[in-house]
């Protein structure tokens, strides 16, 4: 058996030919195989491999050798667009299933608008009814009394007449002629032309134009990013202009505002926590001018529609809604399944921070639980605050206890965080135009700190405040309001 044992050999003799004639050639240059005649026809000019001369030797060499590590860095590169294209394609389900809610819920506050205004016209249509219906009845009773004297009076001439009782027969006369010059008649037609108005219902016209328009309802915008991010101009300096007098004599504490929010150019609402308070400031005058006393202390409050807010009630574990227009009034409450701190709004959603348990609630306005966005591994250790950033694909939350900036995706993963030796710990957050956040920071030492988008840039754009606590940005006026562990608020003028 020996003798006859079959010896394995190396062999030159290549098994991939050419695809026509079967020979063994190789062209570099093209990367192509050929024979005799495709080398001679197709490639005179290029250096050729006689593979059987080149493939000696060709498992030991450096090329054989890299070629096994650059095959897999390229499946890794594969992979890594299959996880991308994974990412991507639950990213557009998402942007999917967020633009249809957005949607309906646009159209449920078109709708809720206009059963508003409806009612509204209706409400005068049925007093203007009402008004007439009271004058029509006012003139037919009136002139029914008119009608029955006269024909009493009438009935009474005749009777004194014909038994010849002329005195009863002058004092009906001259009655007669007292009626007869009355006003009573006139008046009442007078009453009776007020009422013959008729009303016709006037359509607005610019709302009818613009329902006429081929995107009345609005469109459908395509950016890179999904969300278009309109980029504003960036603050460059923020600039102390003075304080605003938040006390008022029902306070029985010292005043700490942790929330604030700009209702209008001219107005704000602040939460003093201490005092259980709402209160409505005249940013102008820089005085309180309403307040509401509350069963709890409140912590956050986020700017509804329709004049309406959403304060969080932390002890009783309830966020309120309340509407600012008039005076200050809870329309509806209710439960979260949490210590419930910061707030935030956008399309009919609520956004709710919460400690014990550690998570964040999207919501809706009656209190419906949408999504819960938490975390097997505790992530946070004291989220006070939260955010959306522009292009609403990101949370941003402040971590008090553990001195940094988070942001989150809408599925609970880390995308970015902020955290520094000299950032510590950092509350309530206001976006700027050009996506930036300002963040209060710094406790007794406080400061205000201007963090890029991205959360990888910081600068300090003022100090020395005690105890910043909230922030809110009035557009129109380019002021930042500060609520402090103070019963004054800080002004700063935007630049």
């Not at 991308?84 to 557009?92: G, I, M, Q, T």
């Not at 522009?390 to 939350?397: E, P, T």
């Not at 129109?476 to 700063?492: R, T």
Request: include cysteine.
């Amino acid at each position: 058996m020996d003798k006859h044992a079959v010896i394995k050999k190396e062999s030159d003799e290549c098994t991939e030919k050419c695809q026509v004639h079967k020979k063994e050639f190789f062209c570099p240059k093209h990367e192509a195989l050929g024979c005799n005649d495709c080398i001679v026809l197709d490639h005179r000019a290029c250096g050729i491999d006689y593979i059987p001369d080149k493939c000696a030797g060709i498992g030991d060499s450096s090329e054989f050798r890299e070629i096994p590590r650059e095959l897999d860095q390229k499946v890794n590169e594969v992979e890594d667009v299959i996880k991308l294209a994974s990412c991507r394609e639950n990213e557009l389900d998402s942007c999917h299933d967020r633009l249809l809610k957005e949607i309906i819920m646009f159209r449920k506050e078109i709708n809720d608008r206009l059963d508003q205004l409806q009612k509204q016209m209706q409400t005068k249509a049925d007093k203007k009814k009402t008004t007439d219906k009271q004058t029509i009845n006012k003139v037919l009773g009136t002139c029914t009394t008119i009608s029955s004297d006269i024909k009493q009076l009438q009935s009474r001439l005749q009777d004194y007449k014909a038994s010849q009782q002329n005195g009863q027969l002058y004092i009906t006369v001259k009655q007669a002629k007292s009626k007869l010059k009355s006003e009573e008649i006139k008046e009442a037609e007078r009453s009776l032309e007020k009422t013959n108005m008729q009303y016709t219902f006037e359509q607005n016209q610019d709302l009818e134009n613009m329902l006429s328009r081929q995107n009345a309802f609005g469109k459908l915008t395509h950016s890179s990013s999904l969300v278009t991010i309109k980029q504003g101009k960036p603050v460059e300096k923020l600039t102390n202009t003075g304080n605003i007098n938040i006390t008022t004599k029902s306070d029985w504490k010292g005043c700490w505002i942790t929330g604030c929010a700009v209702l209008s150019s001219k107005k704000l609402v602040a939460a003093d926590n201490k005092n259980k308070k709402l209160k409505v400031v005249d940013i102008k005058k820089k005085a309180v001018i309403e307040e509401k006393t509350l069963s709890s202390q409140p912590w956050d409050i986020a700017v509804m529609p329709q004049d309406h807010i959403a304060v969080t009630m932390p002890e009783k574990k309830e966020v309120f809604i309340i509407t600012t227009a008039g005076e200050l009034s809870i329309i509806r409450k209710f439960p979260v399944k949490g210590e419930c701190r910061g707030i935030d709004y956008h399309q009919g959603h609520l956004y709710v921070v919460c400690m014990n348990p550690k998570c964040i609630f999207i919501i809706d306005t009656q209190g419906n639980i949408i999504k819960t966005i938490s975390r097997d591994k505790e992530i946070f250790s004291a989220p006070n605050y939260l955010l959306l950033s522009k292009d609403l694909r990101h949370i941003f939350i402040s971590d008090f206890d553990s001195h940094r900036v988070v942001s989150i995706t809408l599925q609970g993963d880390i995308s970015a965080e902020y955290k520094n030796k000299d950032f510590k710990f950092p509350v309530r957050m206001v976006m700027l135009d050009d996506g930036s956040l300002l963040v209060c920071c710094g406790w007794a030492n406080g400061s205000i700190r201007r963090i890029s988008g991205d959360l990888k840039q910081c600068q300090t754009m003022t100090d020395d405040l005690s105890y910043p606590m909230s922030t809110c940005y009035n557009r129109d006026q380019h002021e930042v309001y500060v609520g402090c562990f103070s019963n004054q608020m800080i002004v700063l003028g935007v630049k």
